[in-house]
């Protein structure tokens, strides 16, 4: 079973985020911003990373930045998540490494389309 | 609804579409048209069976059809056929047209368009290989409200997300605040056509290519053969069709044979075929060219 880290400071959203990902098999863990997600990141790689963007203390493309220095960091399928729908926001992400990109509101057809788009599936 | 009401809508959008409902789909036909009504201005879905009943009201019938026949669809809906599209159809087509440079596609059941674009980026991508052909991809769906929407390119915020990479939607689109659109270059690569299946479709003339997919699962056995012999007709020996995941031709019809080990990918199969390239039955020499 592979498993996903869904990254967000909404509760309401890592629950339906998980809901979701539970139902396409996939065992998850939560973190409410960038630190949390990167302490839980060095202590176990997960196979996939459901990520918000504007969180406080650290926020997604910084932690994505981080992530993607340390060992083993380039490991881990990111997916963004998140309101900021507009092309500069997507482009940042992608240079900065990111794998997918989804824009919110998502459903479960969304997760499941562009988890398929990055071999997850 | 009222069980006479019922039977008169499976024999109207049987003999108008070909769709066939069977008698659990109360559900589908009161959610699909009762938004058609109030649309219309009417009670309910006895008056609009009423008014359907009647002659005339011809837009309100195609309103039903258009309602009842219209599915929504994904970009790169099933990845298979796409790939199948790059590695087998398109590469093979290139050859056997080598002399002809014009290749034809049609995408017999287009609804709002997603899936000759996706064949129209697909052809985009691999343009440095074909250089010096032409392309022509038809669109053409029974509903003329799904063709509007795909002519626009226009797509929601949802749409685009489904099924599409995001690298595709940043190379291929435009934003327009929370909608997309796709580009012009792609948008020019392919034309629209009402058509209704059951119709007779001779002068569109021939395909090498065609997407069938998620359409005949509509229809009953005999529609679905009758179809499937009309498209036979329209293609060469060597074209390519392509039908759905849950789709196929076996046990059907005779004038398909399914392509070994390519899931959906069918050619057509004469009764007295000789198996010899399709260049030589048309009596053409190949003519000696400089190659650089």
């Known amino acids: 079973m592979k498993h996903c880290l869904v990254v967000d400071d909404s509760s309401v959203i890592r629950k339906v985020a998980r809901r979701i990902l539970e139902d396409l098999n996939f065992s998850t863990s939560e973190a409410e911003d960038g630190q949390q997600a990167l302490d839980l990141c060095k202590a176990s790689m997960p196979d996939a990373i459901l990520l918000d963007w504007n969180m406080p203390v650290m926020d997604g493309l910084e932690f994505l930045v ?43 057809d969304i997760v499941e389309a562009k988890f398929q788009e990055v071999g997850l599936v | 609804m009222k069980p006479s009401d019922y039977d008169f809508l499976q024999k109207f959008l049987h003999s108008r579409s070909g769709l066939v409902l069977s008698s659990e789909k109360q559900y589908l036909v009161e959610s699909r048209l009762i938004p058609v009504a109030r649309r ?8 609009l069976v009423a008014k359907i009943r009647m002659a005339g009201s011809m837009e309100l019938k195609d309103d039903v059809v258009e ?48 899936e000759p674009y996706c064949i129209a980026i697909k052809l985009q991508e691999a343009r440095a290989k ?54 012009p270059e792609i948008r020019a690569m392919v034309q629209w056509k009402q058509l209704n299946l059951l119709e007779n479709f001779v002068n569109l003339g021939e395909f090498d290519i065609v997407f069938c997919r998620n359409v005949l699962i509509y229809f009953d056995q005999a529609t679905k053969i009758e179809i499937l012999n009309r498209i036979a007709k329209q293609m060469p020996d060597d074209g390519y069709l392509v039908l759905g995941a849950a789709e196929t031709v076996v046990g059907l019809v005779d004038s398909f044979e399914p392509v070994p ?32």
């Not at chain 2, 390239?277 to 400089?290: E, K, W």
Request: glycine share 8%; aromatic share 10%; proline share 4%.
């Open chain 2, 40 to 47: 219309a201005g009417l009670g309910g879905l006895d008056e």
């Open chain 1, 66 to 108: 981080r992530l993607r220095e340390e060992k083993d960091g380039q490991q881990p399928i990111v997916v963004f998540c998140t309101t900021e729908n507009d092309v500069a926001h997507i482009t940042k992400a992608i240079r900065a490494g990111a794998n997918e990109y989804i824009m919110k509101p998502f459903d479960r």
């Open chain 2, 67 to 114: 309602a009842m026949t219209t599915n929504e669809t994904f970009f790169f809906r099933d990845k298979t056929p796409f790939m199948h599209f790059e590695q087998e159809m398109l590469p093979t087509m290139l050859k056997n047209r080598a002399s002809k440079r014009r290749i034809r596609i049609w995408s017999a059941a287009a609804s709002t368009g997603q």
């Open chain 2, 130 to 183: 074909t250089a010096g052909f032409r392309f022509e991809i038809l669109g053409t769906d029974i509903s003329k409200e799904v063709l509007e929407k795909a002519r626009t390119g226009i797509y929601s915020q949802f749409e685009v997300q489904r099924g599409l990479p995001i690298q595709m939607l940043l190379r291929y689109f435009t934003q327009l605040q929370e909608i997309w659109q796709i580009a």
């Open chain 2, 261 to 292: 080990n390519l899931r959906g990918l069918y050619r057509p199969k004469r009764a007295t075929q000789v198996s010899v390239p399709a260049s030589s039955l048309t009596g053409f020499t190949p003519r000696i060219r400089a190659i650089g």
